[in-house]
């Protein structure tokens, strides 16, 4: 039956390679209208986690944060599956980076640095556009699929040319591995943790939020630099990052102190365009 889900899944991607960015806008806009009007896609988890994150907004105002949501995600999914069909300069002619010296400068030294970002604008195609952009060697984490087939292919085709994918299961044995040359762990790192002892808690969007510290403990006990990678969203499938030092010496720094700088950071990105971080998810589930 696996194989069967990873025919039908092969068969689908192979249509996209043949339908250009034009066509793929007007299938996502129909999806707009499917998700948000149709099906209500967790509605109510969008509309409570924009409402509680600006108290000080209209409902007009958070309606319409929520269409331009659900815009964007359409965007994003027709943007994942047509990943799977695009060679790595198509991607990097869409998601550029735009001041890799800044990172750059650590591995002449020889430093390997993690960088850190949010569920914001597009973050599926890094894994794609990094390697022939950044000095460092591009190593990103994922979760392993259920479907064995399906996960090798993610393996072949989320990552291009010098990038590697590494599972969020062997994290720490990924940071001690010899890569050859100095690398840069790219760590999606607002996700909900899965118990609050595993929490560090910062007000986030207005709200007492627990955290993820995986990528501060990483930068501790290794000292590996940490920076931010900040994604703005120029128009329909056309993104620029720009990287900002969040730390460079971070057993230097006290608990806390860098996890807090990034989820500053990403409020800041948030706040200028709201309508491009994932409302969906059920980021507030836990309690202090």
Known sequence: MDYLTYLVFRAFIFLFRFIPFRLLFGFADLLFYVFYYLVGYRKKVVYENLRHSFPGKSEMEISRIAKGFYHHFADMLIESLKAFTMKEQAVVKRYKFQNTAVVDDFYLKGRPVIIVAGHYGNW??????????????????????????????????RV?????LASIVKTAETFKTNWGEPAAFYMVADQSPSSPRLAYWVNFLNQDTAVLHGPEKYARVHNFPVAFVKVVKIKRCEYTLEFIILEPEPNKTKTGEITSRFMQMLEEE?????????????????KR
């Open 124 to 157: 599926e195609w890094a894994g794609i556009a990094a390697g022939s952009q950044m000095l460092h060697k591009p190593v990103g984490f994922y979760k392993p699929l259920s479907n064995i087939h399906i996960d090798r292919y993610i393996q072949r085709t």
């Open 160 to 164: 291009q040319g010098r990038s590697k």
């Open 270 to 286: 948030i706040m200028e365009k709201p309508e491009y971080y994932l409302w969906s998810h059920r980021r507030w589930k836990l």
